[in-house]
T-cell receptor
Framework: GESVGLHLPTLSVQEGDNSIINCAYS??????FIWYKQESGKGPQFIID?????DKRQGQRVTVLLNKTVKHLSLQIAATQPGDSAVYFC?????????FGAGTILRVKS | DGGITQSPKYLFRKEGQNVTLSCEQN?????MYWYRQDPGQGLRLIYY???????QKGDIAEGYSVSREKKESFPLTVTSAQKNPTAFYLC?????????FGPGTRLLVL
């Protein structure tokens, strides 16, 4: 299978619990942020995005929080399900280019 | 994966051989991107194109070449000059800041 997850931080949660995945970004000029989900052997899937003029955005079962003061981004997944198991990574954007973090493995225990 | 297709899913390259990875999109997005993904690392930008007949080098362009003759197509050639080509290659298409990814091609060296 896909070995993209080697040496990445891992978050293990019980099915039904909430998950919080964190990301530190580097460029204070970044004005756009995206969270992606990547399952083994597949391409990244867009989850949710947020612009720098916002500090919170909600989607279906997911919430993204942005703290520009400390350059921190988090993804909250409510009622985590086994199908949420994947690698999650954030991307910061300026212009039409994105810079990607290495990712966090989310493992959901049934 | 949306309307982005990549082929083949697996590709084997012999020493000194050039190989071409296909990327096609039917999303009508102007911008297209090629990334390389290695275990434990974030995606790294190889080349990108914001319009037909124009493309720019990304962060790791050495040993790669691209063309953008049609809006729908952005093939990537891995040349013999790329000494460490084994990786998972991802193509993306973008509208504004958001990029949507294809399913990827895994390149292996024989």
């Amino acid at each position: 299978g896909e070995s993209v997850g080697l040496h990445l931080p891992t978050l293990s949660v019980q099915e039904g619990d909430n998950s919080i995945i964190n990301c530190a970004y580097s460029n204070s000029a970044s004005d756009y942020f995206i969270w992606y989900k990547q399952e083994s052997g597949k391409g990244p899937q867009f989850i949710i995005d947020i612009r720098s003029n916002m500090d919170k955005r909600q989607g279906q079962r997911v919430t993204v929080l942005l703290n520009k003061t400390v350059k921190h981004l988090s993804l909250q997944i409510a009622a985590t399900q086994p199908g949420d198991s994947a690698v999650y990574f954030c991307a910061e954007g300026y212009g039409n280019k994105l810079v990607f973090g290495a990712g966090t493995i989310l493992r959901v225990k049934s | 994966d949306g309307g982005i297709t990549q082929s083949p899913k697996y590709l084997f390259r012999k020493e000194g051989q050039n190989v071409t990875l296909s990327c096609e999109q039917n999303l009508n997005h102007d911008a297209m991107y090629w990334y390389r993904q290695d275990p434990g690392q974030g995606l790294r930008l190889i080349y990108y194109s914001q319009i037909v007949n124009d493309f720019q080098k990304g962060d790791i362009a050495e040993g790669y070449s691209v063309s953008r003759e049609k809006k729908e197509s952005f093939p990537l050639t891995v040349t013999s000059a790329q000494k460490n080509p084994t990786a998972f290659y991802l193509c993306a298409a973008g509208l504004g800041e958001t990029q949507y990814f294809g399913p990827g091609t895994r390149l292996l060296v024989l």
